[in-house]
Every structure is written in C-alpha cells, then in structure tokens.
C-alpha cells in the first residue's frame, strides 16, 4: 500500500516533475559507479576464473548501458516519454542494479567464503548499499524497494555461512535495512514540507498581488525558461489606455478591481501554453507559442474584449487597450520585451485601442529618439532654438492684431526638426520647462521692436504647470526684463493642460491675467471635455481649431458646428480666433461668422523676426485676397499661401 506521502507525489504534477528531475540530477555519478562495479566483478572472475562473476558482470555491463541511455534520453528531451515514464525508467535500473550487486555479494560469499576475493565483494556490496540510503532516502518507495533487493540476498549469504564475522555484517546489514525503511517516510515528509513552503514562497515572489496573474520576475523568469527551450515564443504587451485617468478620478480601489477585471478578460482567451501577467501599473503580457497568423488574431481578439463597458462596482466605464507584438524567438529578453514596447508605443501614437507588430524601422525611429534627446540639452544651451512668427489678423480692421511664437529647433547636421518630434521629448525629459521659459523671454523681446496696438502669444506645455515649476514667476520675470505691457501678451493653452490637475491649472491662470496677461484656449473642440470645462477657464480669446475649417466652405455640417461654437462664444463674451486658414473658399466661409481674428498660411506662414518684421513695420494691414469666383470655388482649393 502507498502512503499518503506517495500518493501525494502521484497528483502533484510539480513535485513529481521535480522529485524525478532528481533521479537525473546526477549524470555522471551514475555512468562512473556503474563502470567501477563492472570492473570490479569483471576483475573477481579474471582472478578466480568463475564464469557466474562473468555473467554478473555481463549483467551490470547491460543495466548500466540501460541507465546511461535513460540519462541520455532525459537530458535531450528527445522523446515522448512522460514524466511517470521516466519514474519507471530510473526504478526498474536502480532496482536492477541493486539486485546484481546483491547477488554478487552473495554469490562471493556463498562460493569463495575462503577466498581473499571475497572481502572485496564484501565491501564493494556494504558500500553500494550504505549509499543507498544516503541519496534516495526521500523517495521510500525505490529506496526501500532498493535497500531490500540490495541487502537480504547478500545477507542471507552472510548468515549462512556461519562465519562469525559474516553474521555480525548481516546483523549490521538488516539493521540498516530496518532503520533506512523506517527513517526514510519520516525524511520525505520534511522533504515534501520544505518543497512546499519553497514553493509558497516562489508563488508569493512571483505571483500579482492585485490579479494573481505572474509578475514581472514570474513572467521573465517563464519566458527565460522557454526562450532557452527553443521553443517558438511571441511576446504581447496589452497596455490599458488612460488608466490613470480612472485612478485619479474614482480612486485606486476602482482601478486595481478594473485590473482584476481586464485580467480576467485576457485569461479567459488563452490557451493553456500561454501565459498572462500583469508586469506592473496597468502593462499586462502575454507570452505564446502560437503561429505568427493565429498570435496576430489574438492580439486582435484581445482588443475586441473590451469593445463593451466594463461595470465596476457602480460604475460604467468605457475601456480601451493597445497592444505591442513582437517574436522573441532566437532573441534575448532583454532585446524581446524593448521591441514589444516600441510597437506598444507606436500603438498608442496611432489612436489607441488597437495592436501593432513590430517592425525594425520602430527601432531605427527610436534610436534616433534617443539620439535627439541627448542633442536636446546641449541645443538649450548652445542656442539651437530659434523662435518664428504666424501673424494673426483681424479680418474687420484688416490690421495684424498678434503673432504667434512658434519654436523651431536647427540642428547643426539634421537640419530642422519638426516641432512634433522634439517638444513631446522636452516634456518627458522635463526640458520643457527650461524650453518653455526661453520661448516667453524671446517672444516678449521680440515684441519690444512692435508697434503697441501688435501682441504676441505665446504656447505653455502641461508640463509647464507643475507645482514644481513657477510659470508665473517666468512670465513676470519676462515682463519686468522686457518691459512689454502684459495686455501685449497671451499665453495659449489647450485642453489637455486640465487633465492631470485641474484646480490647480486654473488658480494658476487666474494669477497669469491677474498680471494683465490675456489666456487664448488654443485647439478649441479637439478635446474630450471642451464643454465642461469651457466655463470653468479663466479665458479672454478661443482659438477654433484647424479641425472645423478644412470642409467648412463645402460641408453644412461643419458650418452648422461653427455656427454653435460662434453663439457659444458670443454668450460668452469670448473673442474667437480661427486657426488653419489656407483658401480664399475658407476665408469667405469664416469670414461670415464674424471671428476676432484669422490665421493660416492663406496669409502667411512662420517666419523668423527679421521677416516678419518689416512686414509689421511697413504694413499691418491685411494681405489682399481674391475671392473665389464661381470657377475656383468648384475646384475647392486655392493655390495661395
């Protein structure tokens, strides 16, 4: 009958696994005492000439090939054999062994009690069997199936020679037999406690907390182990889309159960190869062996799961997930999970709620990023930065009533870098603040040069509104060096500066006009809270967004959206600019919405100070336009600009 302890190892899959990883966790040790107990029989019956220590020799010669070949065929896991196969393999060999060994210590005995050969049989017999139980004395099950075979043969040799010495060894022989058998459940139950709290320990180590999904360490650690296997492996990073937002308005009790929630979505589609885990804030991964098609489906599968809201507790909320793919095999980790990053990146640049695969040019992108990033310091100081002007005009007065600054970075071997490449790396390298300041010291210097009645505005990052930074302190440093009437001033925000800490944002813009600077929302109806918010601002000018002006001369739905924002503004009181501005078409469509002011290339693009300049010194008039006759209006598009 087996014990508890045996049945306990037969439906513990892991323990199992380890507790045979075990019978194979010594490959040499095997081969070279096998090799020296074939010598040494071998060696017995050249000196006695006995055929029987031959055969017994034949016999050890045989089992040990048979053990060598198990070894080999578990170290390259070249076969289909099971786990429990492999169990079978190492007893029936170990059993083998010990029932040879056993037989030619009795044998010896038995046959050559007078001889000097048999103390070597003796003690090459006693040694095998005290080794025994030593090394398998955690498994009771071979060890005492071993230990029987090993011993009560050759000790019932001993016995029946009747030679005192003999019958003392036997005596010791069947002592070892009782207490290894007794001791060896008593070992295995500390074995199996100590695998157990090990185990509990790596799961503590390696499991999430917040989903039970494996961590970070679990995670590499699962596809380390794979990579190293060869075994076909694609990495998913699933990244859930404006998480924090969920957090810093419903608290993270409402986040860490959405967590649970999106987990158990992910875990749902799997297949039991794969792994999921959640590798830390709202990055979850997942690593699988499918086909490059079928890893493809399901990582669009996987953002179709969260096309539905998701209710958590008593709210509602509309859930999106982005998602990198990327083959590992062949490759490092290391190497692996940054590719998988980057086309999660690229994923979330292109709209989110979406997945990409990556492809080297993500790479050739980001070393160039990285690249920038270290230019973008040393251009600070070295004065890479230059800034241009856009006027802005009032289309009643026909008169420049502003420019806008807008920077612009000449690199000494890239040339320019566009202002969408470089300005996202000075926010997240917190350059932007030191960028941002240069920008308002040089556009108020450049004002100094203007007639009064022309301002100049300037745009102000999010980042620039952190607590840790004194945006106010900038401007009214600028003002006071410059000497610029702060009316002459506007600085320009967009909606999104809200997101991270609203209240603040706006006592911060109550201290800007407080200084008699004027605040512009700039890209007006982009945004996802453009109306509740709108009352909120302390503001003085609307910048209409490019957005609503591209169709306006053709689409009613477009002047119908301008019509409403135009009334919006006007209850408001609220000058209203439109931005974008490129066809005579779009300028007769706006012009009838009565703006405060116009903009776009229609009437001149960016350019440095010392062109716009004399254009503002010469004439602030508006340049003429022709309207469009009934020819060009059909073309749609005016080539002016």
């Known amino acids: 009958m087996k014990t508890w302890a045996s049945k306990t190892v037969l439906y513990d899959p892991e323990l199992r696994s380890v507790m045979v990883r075990a019978l194979y966790g010594t490959p040499l040790a095997i081969p070279i005492g096998m090799t020296i107990a074939t010598i040494v029989i071998a060696a017995c019956a050249a000196i006695t000439g006995d055929a029987a220590f031959a055969l017994l020799s034949a016999v050890m010669g045989c089992v040990g090939a048979f053990r060598l070949g198990?070894?080999?065929?578990?170290?390259?896991?070249?076969?289909?054999?099971?786990?429990?196969?492999?169990?079978?393999?190492?007893?029936?060999?170990?059993?083998?062994?010990?029932?040879?060994?056993?037989?030619?210590?009795?044998?010896a005995v038995t046959a050559h009690a007078d001889d000097r050969i048999v103390t070597l049989a003796v003690a090459q017999t006693i040694g095998y069997i005290a080794g025994i139980a030593g090394r398998n004395s955690s498994r009771p099950f071979?060890?005492?199936?071993?230990?029987?075979?090993?011993?009560?043969?050759?000790?019932?040799?001993?016995?029946?020679?009747?030679?005192?010495?003999?019958?003392?060894?036997?005596?010791?022989?069947?002592?070892?037999?009782v207490l290894t058998i007794s001791s060896s459940?008593?070992?295995?139950?500390?074995?199996?406690?100590?695998?157990?709290?090990?185990?509990?320990?790596?799961?503590?180590?390696?499991?999430?907390?917040?989903?039970?999904?494996?961590?970070?360490?679990?995670?590499?650690?699962?596809?380390?182990?794979?990579?190293?296997?060869?075994?076909?492996?694609?990495?998913?990073s699933v990244d859930v889309d404006d998480f924090k937002t969920v957090n810093d308005t419903l608290g993270h009790d409402v986040g860490d159960a959405l967590l649970s929630l999106v987990a158990a979505r992910i875990s749902s589609v799997l297949e039991s190869s794969e792994k999921a885990a959640r590798i830390g804030g709202d990055e979850f991964m997942i690593v699988s062996d499918r086909t490059s098609k079928d890893v493809a489906e399901l990582a669009?599968?996987?953002?179709?799961?969260?096309?539905?809201?998701?209710?958590v507790g008593k709210a509602t909320l509309s859930v999106s997930v982005s998602i990198g793919l990327t083959n590992a095999t062949g490759e490092s980790i290391e190497r692996s999970l940054k590719h998988c990053d980057l086309a999660l990146y690229k994923a979330k640049a292109e709209g989110k709620?979406?997945?990409?695969?990556?492809?080297?040019?993500?790479?050739?992108?980001y070393d160039r990023r990285i690249e920038l990033e270290q230019d973008l310091a040393k251009a600070i100081v070295e004065g890479q930065f230059e800034l241009h002007f856009q006027p802005i005009y009032s289309p009643r007065g026909r008169t420049?009533?502003?420019?806008?600054?807008?920077?612009?970075?000449?690199?000494?071997?890239?040339?320019?870098?566009?202002?969408?490449?470089?300005?996202?790396?000075?926010?997240?390298?917190?350059?932007?603040?030191?960028?941002?300041?240069?920008?308002?010291e040089q556009a108020l210097k450049a004002a100094i040069s203007w007639p009064q009645p022309v301002g100049v505005s300037v745009n102000v990052s999010a980042k620039q509104f952190h607590r840790d930074h004194d945006l106010v302190g900038v401007i009214e440093d600028a003002l006071r060096r410059t000497g610029v009437a702060p009316h002459r001033v506007t600085i320009e925000v967009t909606e999104t500066t809200l997101a991270e800490d609203k209240d603040f944002v706006i006592a911060t813009l109550h201290r800007i006009r407080a200084l008699g600077v004027k605040v512009a929302l700039d890209d007006f109806g982009t945004g996802y809270s453009s109306l509740s918010y709108f009352a909120e601002l302390p503001i003085d000018m609307l910048k209409i967004d490019r957005a609503f002006v591209g169709?306006?001369?053709?689409?009613?739905?477009?002047?119908?959206?301008?019509?409403?924002?135009?009334?919006?503004?006007?209850?408001?009181?609220?000058?209203?600019i439109v931005e974008g501005v490129e066809t005579p078409e779009q300028f007769e469509?706006?012009?009838?919405?009565?703006?405060?002011?116009?903009?776009?290339?229609?009437?001149?693009?960016?350019?440095?100070?010392?062109?716009?300049?004399?254009?503002?010194?010469?004439?602030?008039?508006?340049?003429?336009?022709?309207?469009?006759?009934?020819?060009?209006?059909?073309?749609?598009?005016?080539?002016?600009?």
């Open 70 to 107: 198990t070894q080999i065929l578990y170290r390259q896991k070249q076969t289909s054999f099971s786990t429990a196969v492999f169990e079978r393999l190492a007893y029936a060999g170990a059993w083998a062994t010990a029932l040879t060994m056993s037989c030619f210590g009795a044998y």
């Open 142 to 177: 071979i060890t005492n199936v071993q230990v029987t075979f090993a011993a009560l043969p050759f000790a019932g040799a001993l016995i029946a020679s009747q030679i005192p010495a003999f019958v003392v060894i036997a005596g010791a022989l069947l002592m070892t037999v």
């Open 185 to 236: 459940e008593v070992i295995h139950r500390v074995f199996l406690s100590n695998f157990r709290t090990t185990r509990d320990l790596k799961t503590i180590a390696t499991t999430d907390s917040i989903t039970s999904l494996l961590n970070r360490r679990g995670f590499i650690e699962e596809v380390e182990e794979r990579l190293s296997s060869g075994r076909r492996t694609y990495l998913l």
């Open 300 to 311: 669009a599968l996987v953002v179709s799961l969260f096309a539905d809201p998701i209710s």
């Open 353 to 365: 709620n979406r997945w990409l695969s990556y492809v080297p040019e993500l790479s050739e992108a």
């Open 400 to 440: 420049i009533l502003l420019c806008e600054a807008l920077m612009r970075w000449r690199h000494p071997t890239r040339g320019s870098v566009s202002p969408s490449e470089f300005i996202p790396l000075a926010e997240q390298n917190g350059l932007i603040k030191s960028l941002g300041s240069f920008a308002i």
């Open 551 to 576: 169709s306006i001369a053709t689409s009613t739905k477009a002047r119908a959206l301008m019509r409403a924002i135009t009334g919006l503004a006007g209850d408001l009181n609220v000058p209203m």
């Open 589 to 641: 469509a706006v012009t009838r919405f009565a703006p405060y002011g116009v903009q776009g290339f229609l009437f001149a693009r960016p350019m440095p100070k010392e062109d716009i300049d004399p254009i503002i010194d010469r004439r602030v008039a508006l340049p003429a336009i022709d309207r469009p006759s009934t020819t060009t209006a059909k073309k749609g598009r005016s080539s002016a600009a």
